[in-house]
């Protein structure tokens, strides 16, 4: 027998050992899990998407796109489009489930709307949610049901047009399904509408980085959530959800879809670069985002004094929405208030000066 091997069988070293063995362990446990990928660079995928559909308009289609404006990374890009039926529902998806499921997942994505998107009023955009873990389609066929705490649950991310308020395709917002939410005049369990205090308005014709998180509670607790970033920064985040009663639901399913309620022409979304992760993901190149919505938060098309006022509101507000660090150095202070003061102020002095002075 080695000097190594009765050094190993000393009490203190096997001590030593079996500690450095359960460190090791909850290290390798704590790596995030990659737990689903897509960046559709061939084809979609049935083996992927166990569910692939575009229905009832004949325009409707699911495809993948290699023209480079329409492709983030890579040749190819997944293309969802909704086509025109007289004002009646149409629609293009795809789902994919991982059963039984998880208590926490991160989702990341990037998607563009076609130039001329126009949903009207009413669209679903990206679903999840959970089923039972002895059922896969224990959540499916629900509108209008409130959740019990043990069949299902599910959130939307969505944009909403707020009929017409806001220009397509609108301000987006967590379409939620749990156990807690309010019904809809009628009596109907619409899903409850959950959105940060300034709108985040998305612009068609670009490409964003779409994050958003979902963590389920302890059964019978109000200690969910759900939260979202665009493009880096963290916009909402909401907390005390009480998603379910029982570790019989988990998070299950994920849900690209173009799903338009009143389809008066065709409506086309692309996808890339998508990853389901038991840990946050960030966007691909590490990108530093740029001011958004050019900080025209009340978007009456200008940034000025009311602007910095409803800044001052949102850090008082919603602290959690980046968006109010304006200067981007990771804080948020007085200091992110004072130079979007200064700044809109010089982007006014300019306007002035540009119609009072000869070209």
């Known amino acids: 027998?080695?000097?190594?091997?009765?050094?190993?069988?000393?009490?203190?070293?096997?001590?030593?050992?079996?500690?450095?063995?359960?460190?090791?362990?909850?290290?390798?446990?704590?790596?995030?899990?990659?737990?689903?990928?897509?960046?559709?660079?061939?084809?979609?995928?049935?083996?992927?998407?166990?569910?692939?559909?575009?229905?009832?308009?004949?325009?409707?289609?699911?495809?993948?796109?290699?023209?480079?404006?329409?492709?983030?990374?890579?040749?190819?890009?997944?293309?969802?489009?909704?086509?025109?039926?007289?004002?009646?529902?149409?629609?293009?998806?795809?789902?994919?489930?991982?059963?039984?499921?998880?208590?926490?997942?991160?989702?990341?994505?990037?998607?563009?709307?076609?130039?001329?998107?126009?949903?009207?009023?009413?669209?679903?955009?990206?679903?999840?949610?959970?089923?039972?873990?002895?059922?896969?389609?224990?959540?499916?066929?629900?509108?209008?049901?409130?959740?019990?705490?043990?069949?299902?649950?599910?959130?939307?991310?969505?944009?909403?047009?707020?009929?017409?308020?806001?220009?397509?395709?609108?301000?987006?917002?967590?379409?939620?399904?749990?156990?807690?939410?309010?019904?809809?005049?009628?009596?109907?369990?619409w899903g409850n509408q959950f959105q940060p205090m300034v709108p985040f308005v998305v612009e068609r014709g670009r490409w964003y980085c779409y994050e958003f998180m979902v963590k389920l509670n302890k059964p019978g607790e109000h200690d969910g959530e759900q939260a979202f970033w665009i493009d880096g920064v963290k916009i909402f985040h909401q907390r005390n959800i009480r998603w379910r009663d029982s570790e019989i639901l988990k998070l299950n399913f994920f849900w690209f879809s173009v799903y338009i309620h009143e389809s008066r022409q065709d409506n086309t979304c692309w996808y890339d670069d998508l990853v389901i992760s038991t840990d946050y993901v960030g966007p691909l190149e590490g990108i530093k985002p740029g001011t958004p919505q050019d900080y025209d938060l009340n978007l009456d098309g200008k940034c000025d004094q009311a602007d910095v006022l409803l800044m001052l509101r949102m850090k008082r507000d919603d602290p959690e929405d980046g968006r109010a660090d304006y200067n981007r150095d990771g804080k948020s202070t007085i200091t992110d208030v004072i130079q979007l003061l200064i700044d809109s102020g010089k982007s006014q002095i300019s306007q002035l000066l540009s119609k009072i002075l000869p070209h």
């Open 1 to 189: 027998m080695s000097l190594g091997s009765k050094i190993c069988r000393t009490p203190l070293h096997m001590a030593v050992f079996f500690f450095l063995f359960l460190l090791l362990s909850t290290a390798v446990q704590s790596y995030a899990e990659i737990i689903f990928s897509d960046n559709f660079e061939q084809f979609v995928d049935p083996q992927k998407w166990q569910s692939i559909t575009a229905d009832p308009s004949p325009r409707s289609s699911v495809s993948t796109d290699n023209r480079p404006e329409n492709v983030h990374s890579g040749l190819v890009a997944l293309k969802l489009t909704a086509g025109a039926r007289h004002d009646s529902t149409a629609s293009a998806q795809v789902t994919t489930w991982f059963m039984p499921g998880y208590d926490k997942l991160y989702y990341r994505y990037y998607a563009k709307f076609a130039s001329d998107f126009d949903q009207g009023n009413l669209m679903h955009w990206t679903f999840i949610g959970g089923n039972n873990i002895y059922s896969e389609i224990s959540a499916m066929g629900k509108a209008g049901i409130k959740p019990s705490g043990q069949d299902f649950f599910t959130t939307g991310f969505e944009p909403w047009r707020d009929w017409g308020r806001y220009p397509p395709p609108g301000a987006l917002n967590f379409y939620t399904n749990y156990p807690d939410m309010t019904a809809a005049p009628g009596g109907f369990y």
